[in-house]
Antibody
Framework: QEQLVQSGAEVKKPGASVKVSCEAS????????INWVRQATGQGLEWLGT????????RYAAKFQGRVTMSRDTSRSIAYLELSSLKSEDTAVYFC??????????????????WGQGSLVSVSS | QSVLTQPPSASGAPGQRVTISCSGS????????VHWYQRLPGTAPKLLIY???QRPSGVPDRFSGSKSGTSASLAISGLQSDVEGDYYC???????????FGGGTKLTVL
């Protein structure tokens, strides 16, 4: 059974960094891009970026360029999201999600078929 | 503001059919496929529709998707209280080179 299991809640001070993990099981980790999406309270879903676990290549949303780093440990099938220079506006639930079959930014098809349970990141002084 | 535009709320009586719209542009919905996600209270988002109108296995056929030009719709028939939650449309945007979401629609079963 395919599954993404994320790390637990984090509380950080403004200016600090946070690293969230996402462990994949039940499928071949390196075959499907991992995306990161967040949702602040009362707000909609917001895409942070995507990573190819096979090559390590990343594509980040312009808003987060310079502050976000996506990485992976292929030996353990774990993807990581690191966000630096945290602000109170970064308080949100962060989700990892796997792309579905056939998804590619170069094609007409790109969707997220499996999501982690979410990791709450709270930023407060 | 979200790149894709959805109504903030929708509602219907039990058993009725409701549709949720999603409006975009030629760089996203006009040239890429649309997918829809359901987020029920306290749960992670779940894929409902992909490739404009395809249902993943396990999603009941009371959920259906359609697209015309730069707009898409999600229809939910036979409303029951278990579908109350937030619904989001999404598509890859070729100009922004990223995944874009609608602002979400809160569905209430009256």
């Amino acid at each position: 059974q395919e599954q993404l299991v994320q790390s637990g809640a984090e509380v950080k001070k403004p200016g600090a960094s946070v690293k969230v993990s996402c462990e994949a099981s039940g499928y071949r980790f390196v075959n499907y891009d991992i995306n990161w999406v967040r949702q602040a309270t009362g707000q909609g879903l917001e895409w942070l970026g995507t990573m190819n676990p096979n090559t390590g290549n990343t594509r980040y949303a312009a808003k987060f360029q310079g502050r976000v780093t996506m990485s992976r440990d292929t030996s353990r099938s774990i993807a990581y999201l690191e966000l630096s220079s945290l602000k109170s506006e970064d308080t949100a639930v962060y989700f990892c999600a796997k792309v579905g079959d056939g998804s590619s930014p170069l094609s007409y098809l790109y969707y997220l078929d499996l999501w982690g349970q979410g990791s709450l990141v709270s930023v407060s002084s | 503001q979200s790149v894709l535009t959805q109504p903030p709320s929708a509602s219907g009586a039990p058993g009725q059919r409701v549709t949720i719209s999603c409006s975009g542009s030629s760089s996203n919905i006009g040239t890429k496929t649309v997918h829809w996600y359901q987020r029920l209270p306290g749960t992670a988002p779940k894929l409902l529709i992909y490739n404009d109108n395809q249902r993943p296995s396990g999603v009941p056929d009371r959920f259906s998707g359609s697209k015309s030009g730069t707009s898409a719709s999600l229809a939910i028939s036979g409303l029951q209280s278990d579908v109350e939650g937030d619904y989001y449309c999404a598509a890859w945007d070729a100009s922004l080179n990223g995944l874009v979401f609608g602002g979400g629609t809160k569905l209430t079963v009256l």
